[in-house]
């Protein structure tokens, strides 16, 4: 299933390519950044944005890309989630010098793939074990799979004994598949192996399938010198076979002789029995001669004891040499169990089965113990004891018994048996555990790029490709030549028909390019694509190309230059050039089969292939000539010189071929076969059909005549062939769903998923249980044997790969593939195999299901046990989570929908594995594979919330809130609602408190609100930004002790907020291409802030001239500063190294205005535009182009113009090839309004005509890229031109309706944004030439647009800033405009409310009250959300407040107006007075304090009695309060006083502020707001305005709350003050318990640094704790008698931005915060700590709790607004 470009990347950190990866050795490195020495930093770093930090390097790598020595990681690997340094991992230092080898190209001694599966080969006799064997498949294995599927292993028991038939025994295989299966358990077994069972048998013996020569010679003569009975049937079963290298006699098949052996066809009964006990007295008859033979030989000394003992030898002893006495390490991973029976004697073998426990000979008629037999076994156990410690052979001693091991009829059996499953697992686990420890301390994979398994895959099969490769001399001399010419820098692309031996070829150079560059160091990497998971996406193709050359260069890739296909195919190229900068050796990158890559990112359009390569870097491309077009495409891009077609093989190489492919496996033939063989190779001369034409002839035997041999003519005859022959020895069903199960699974398929895929197919189990029933009851499952066997008969035709982790096997060859597919798994039959996969992979605790045998008489087993390996859903099986959803798409109408979507998409809980083990986009692909398939609501809207949401979702918690808050399900929705059930009770058994979605009250609307991701208020400037981030200018920041520049970064896509302060008098901030650092320049120096952790690095200009500018190139790799003295500083800003001074001739009077800077990685060409001052010797002045270049202190080349231009209006154009530059109207046309002149930019020559516009051009956007150079600009009439760079045409002109005032550009959709006058922004198609739509953004004209990667940021003339999604543009205003046209007349329901004005809940806590702009009040059900009723009223509410006795408070300011009504029907309960300028109510809800204005500016203040519904009290209030912004009005606790807290002008500001420079005596207080009370018990109206201490000048602040009586509380600057209003004192007060600390005081716990007011602050309901929010993003809980934070210790977390809004739950046992991040936290009041975190999409207007305490409502947004109600979850 092919991946999916998602345009949501940064949510989605691909944990393999998202993730910044830390460099190796790293640790050496690291050292800390420049201290804070004079330079304050922004808010602290929380824990999630902590990083290390490293010193500069020595010396720049390739002038721009950090080396891993340089970087600043931003994740560290040694550091627990507290921050505390773990030990550092153990790590084999051989395996890892090994792989560094590996990954430059080094192709000796390679490990093997790293083991994932313990397959433990089980050894035994058989008849004598069955109870054994039984109770470990009933009780062991399960508990065995559960073991290790826990450790995300495999389990695979190979168990030969079970499933062998006379037919299999036809060909005397069996022993050989035997030790084959026991060496590959070796081979991929972590852990134990080999587990062998003995008893008091010795087990059956076999007789030599080979004889050498001389051997057989000896032993015929043997024969018949002692005349012995039936001599002459050596000659007629043994034959010469000189086929073979060393020539052998062969025993012959049993068929050859008896040809109704293990045939059960019908009819076949009689005369099966026949030849089967005929051949069984042939086969003891030739054993007796044999081993007579063989005892006469041994006498003479004529063969070796160990010779002579192979006659006697048991096929279980076979298998105990191989797995024990001549392994490697056996203790590590065999064990012994040994049953003994004791008082089983001569005297017993007439006892029921005595015979089949113990050997037995016939003596004179009577049974007898074999003592021959008991001397092997003796002898063999001996043996084993000197090669298995004591702890490895396990020893059982049980009495006899009559009828043997019978653990129902004996308790002694039972105990024994129950002890023997008991010690088994123990010594499993003590062995996996031991292989797990060796391997988990192989190599630090975290540190490197590549991927051990994937770099090990590709150069074992280039090993395994170069075996048998012979000629193609022709075209491996073009690739010699080709990569040794210095002067060739385009890729080679080598091409040929399939099968023709290409991928050899490539191997071929791979192995042997070292001899061509004669012992120069070099690096090579190999990619054989799509031979791997990792290797099929052209993007982790890509990936991993540059990863593994970063490793070896040992470079650091920045993680945002690959973020996603276009970045990365800008990055490739690049990338290669630092890479070749650094290294300065060859590298030679080979890529196979470009047709086996997916199509996902448009990988066949090749615009990811770079055309010109740095000298040293060599890049070799093949691919098949018709496949996708990709040869055409290479020819559009490349010359014809690079493209090399591979010849087809001639004879002279085929024989070469054959003797080489043969003499690899001991093999030759005869020259008659020889000529055969090539006669038929003729019809298709290619290295694949010559390998099938081969593994036939590797079975001729020399004696079989040329008149009997058969072989096809083209490849897919043969592959046909041996399928058919395939099908005739194992049955049609178990190869056809074999087969197919290889061809359908998912980057192949391991062997144990076969075995369970088979077991769970009743069509295979049936054909295989015709003749016998399964051997333990209630289990039935395919006999391991017959896979083992047909895997051996394929294993020329599979290759093995790693996917996530398993072994898996697939086709090794394309046609292979091709011809499976059709005939095992067309189209229908694919689905049928697939679903049988997803029953695989599904179950995580096995499968249990009945069958019926039909061919055992309709046997039927009800719930047999399939004994599948357990799937465990969880975040390491990510093979189950891969498999299982591709599978499920695949089985298309096999799988129910409602299956499909309960099980898999619907699934919480494989849902959130998934997205934490892989990422978001994963789903959404699933989600997409399955949607094109089936059209589905429920999962279409899934998708777009999944491919949208940017929230961390890997986070389980995070997840299940998002899909409540986000999701809006219709009413026939039912598996959508069954998640949302399941999320909700996931959250409701969650142990930690969180907010619990109410409803969907963030889910998506059907208008263009959907497209707004965030809105952003409190910033006055856009000042620069990348792809991805911007850097915004905090609205009035005035700091209150050093006029800090205090900013915020914001991430677009995860719409993160970061505050930012930067250093006093800082100057042009930038900010990286990362988006992690901010570059600035203060007057004596250039600055790097890395602003999440607060480090900087900073380097002096070593000059007195400052700074006039300071511009980087669109990579941010370099700087250019600009200083006063006109010298140019040019930086390498990952560095901070300074790579040039350039200056200028002092014979004329330059003047910069303008620095241009290229992206040319090693040698930036910096532009610079300017003027030249008159002179005495100039008298007018004129303007200048420069170019400088590194190296060069002078300009290089400089252009003078009498015309003047206009150095705003230039931009390189076409991959900087080219720059414009505006200029004013030279030929003073009355049409002419400006023009862009046009230079190259290597040579600054000047390019005619000019571009000539008609109207005078403000602004101009340029598009950089290769195929297209257009230019759009903005005119100052406000009218938009696209014009042509190359042509200088003019293609279109835009006009709209209302002038335009910004303008936007995303040149690769063919869109502009263009904002206007009446706060609209218009999308326009320009090369459809269509206006798309426009859509309301801000309340007045558009300041600013800017266009990123896959957002618009745009900020309106009233400062409110907005993050637009730019895919959901159009998208949301078709739906806009459907949904205007449909007119739909619905119930307004609460998710719909984007008018809202104000909101409150009602004192008892059942009601929701909202006021719109359309002048409605609705009440709102807080239970079920449902609209009880509205009522219209005259006012656009802006505050409304419930009172007691069910009314309301209506206000609004604009008119002034307050109004009190019944909350259930909108009556008017009394008039109040006009003129109200605002108003407060006490606690108990039934008392009203008006402020109204009166005539000539005079105040009064009016007491409002509900109770009596009338004005008890009228004051007017004396003058001093004239002249102010605005005026709020606070209550004192004892609701004497009331508080006016009145926004002074800028004047009386002034004056303020001149009052205490004054003085000298008073520290600065930057706010805007000062503070009067008056006393309501008096009638005089006086005014008692709030001081500072002993003086006349008013105490200015932000907030004022009641504290306690007559005292308010007022947050300014740092800290709070108290104000007692009857003694007038206002100052801090020091701790009643620490008197050194203040109360209140924020600098005591974060420092004196610390930074910022606070304008939220809340008193708890208990009065014992003050909640106070602060700039910094700090939320402090101090108690209120103490004065200190609870904990005496500052937060442990906190918002990233200033915090806007607290409230209290009533019970005050929560705390909940909102920031100007949109950020909101719910905290827990006794421990002061963060609970839950979540963003919403608007800046939060309020947040309210229930009078329970159950529910928190939060009011969001201004333009278009939300109310959301979420249950406070307390934690389970």
Known sequence: MASKANPKVAQDLAPKHMKPILPRRISSFASELIGHGGINMSTPPTKETKSLNLKAPKKSVGGSTMTKKQAVIT?????????????????????EDKFDAMIKGDMTDLPPLPKSIVKIFLSSTFSDMREERNMLAREVYPRLQKICAAQDLEFQVVDMRWGVTDDSQNDHSVEKICLLEVENCQKDSLGPNFMLITGDRYGFQPIPTELSVDEFSMIRKEIQEMNLENKDLLDTWYKRDDNAIQPVYILQTVRSMFPFFGDYSPGCDEPRARDTANWWKTFEALKKLLQTAAHSLLKKEKISDERYHDFYKSVTEFEIDKGILKANDPQLHAVLYDRTFQGLTDANLVERNADKHIDVIKQSGKSEINQEIVKLRKELSARISKVLPASNIRSFLLPWKPGGLDPEAHPEHKTYLTQFCETFVADCQRLIEGGLSKRRNQIRQGEYYSRYSEVIHHLQFCKTKCQTFCGQEETLEKARSYILDKDNRSPLVIHAPSGAGKTSVMAMIMSIVGNWFRGEKHIKIIRFLGTSPDSINIYDVLFAVLGQL?????????????????NLIEYFPRFLRVVSNALKIPVVIILDSLDQLSPANNAYALEWVPTLLPPNIKLILSTLPEEHNIKENLRKLLPENCMVAVPILPETTGREIIKKYLGLKNRTLTEEQVKFLLSIFKNDPSPLFLKLLLDRAEKWYSFTEVSELHLTNTVLESINTLFQQLEKKYGLQLISSALGFISVGLNGITDIEIEDALSCDDRVLDEVYRFHDPPVNGIVRIPPVLWARIRHDIQEYIVERMSHGKTTLHWYHRQFIAAATKRYASDEKAPYLNKILVDVFLHEDGLQRDITLSQRKNLKIPNA????????????????????????????????PSRAKSLVFCNFKFLQTKIAAFSVSHVTDDLSSYLETFEDEELLLLRNFLSTS???????VRLAVCLLAYINCDEGHFHLKKLLAQAREYLITNKSPLLLPAFCCLAARRDISEALDATLKGFS??????????????LNAIDDEDQRDRFAVVNTVTEDLQQVTLANFCNFPKISKSGKEIFFTTNSSLVCLYYEDRKFKKVGFETTSQPLAFEVNDDRKFGVIHLSDEKLLLYD????????????????????????????????????????????????????????RVGKENPVKTVILDATLKPELGSFLHEEEMIVIGTENLLKSANIGSQLMRYETKSLNQIEPAIIFPQKIIQIYAETSSSSSRLAVLSREGVVFIADGSSTKILSEIKLNNPVTQLGVKWEKNVVLLGDLQGYITVYDIKLNKNLGSFFAHAISVKRIVVLEEHIVSMGEKLETKIWSFRGLHEDMQKERKAKQEKQITQPSLLEQ???SAADLSLDGKDLITCTEEKFVRIWSVANQELQREFKVDLVVDTVQCLADRCIAVFEKSKQRLEILDQDYGKQILKTS???????????????????????????????????????????????????????????????????????????????VAMWKKTGSFQPQHHRYRFTAVDLTQGTGGLMPCLRQLSKIPTLGEKCIPFSGNVMLITTRRWIVFWDIPTGKCDQKPSKVDRAKGMFYRPDWLGQECQGTSRAIVQSPNKEFLAVGSEDGYMFLYNTTTGLPLGHMKPPSCHTVEVMQISISPDSRWVASACRNNTLKLWDSASAKEQFSLRVDSEVQKINFTCDSKYVAVFTGSQSTRLLLFQIHPGA
């Open 865 to 896: 046990d399939r004994q599948i390996t357990p799937q465990p859903c969880t975040v390491t099986n990510k093979r189950k989570l891969s498999c299982l959803a591709y599978h499920v798409v695949n089985a298309r109408a096999l799988i129910e």
């Open 550 to 566: 970063a490793d070896a260069a040992e470079l650091i890739m920045e993680p945002v230059r690959y973020k996603n296909m276009k």
């Open 950 to 956: 940017k929230d961390n979702l890997r986070l389980p």
């Open 1021 to 1034: 400037n856009i000042v620069t930004e990348n792809s991805e981030y911007v850097l915004l200018k905090t």
């Open 1474 to 1552: 006009p003129n109200v300028l605002a108003f407060v109510v006490n606690n108990d809800r039934d008392k009203i304090y008006t402020v109204n204005s009166q005539m000539e500016g005079s105040l009064a203040v009016e007491v409002i009695d509900l109770k009596l519904k009338k004005i008890t009290k009228s004051l007017n209030l004396k003058k001093g309060i004239e002249r102010f912004l605005s005026i709020d009005a606070v209550l004192s606790t004892s609701e004497r006083f009331l508080v006016l807290q009145t926004q002074i002008t800028n004047e009386e500001y002034e004056t303020i």
């Open 75 to 95: 994740k560290p690997s040694l550091m627990d989630p507290k921050g505390a340094k773990k030990e550092k991992p153990q790590f084999d230092k051989e395996a």
């Open 1394 to 1396: 984007k008018s809202t």
């Open 1133 to 1188: 800003l990952m560095t901070l190294k300074k790579m040039g001074i350039f200056s200028f001739e002092k014979s004329r009077n330059y003047k910069v205005s303008r620095v241009h800077c290229t992206n040319d990685e090693t040698s930036p060409i910096i532009i610079v535009v300017g003027e030249i001052a008159e002179t005495d010797k100039i008298p007018r002045s004129q303007s200048f182009l420069a170019q400088f």
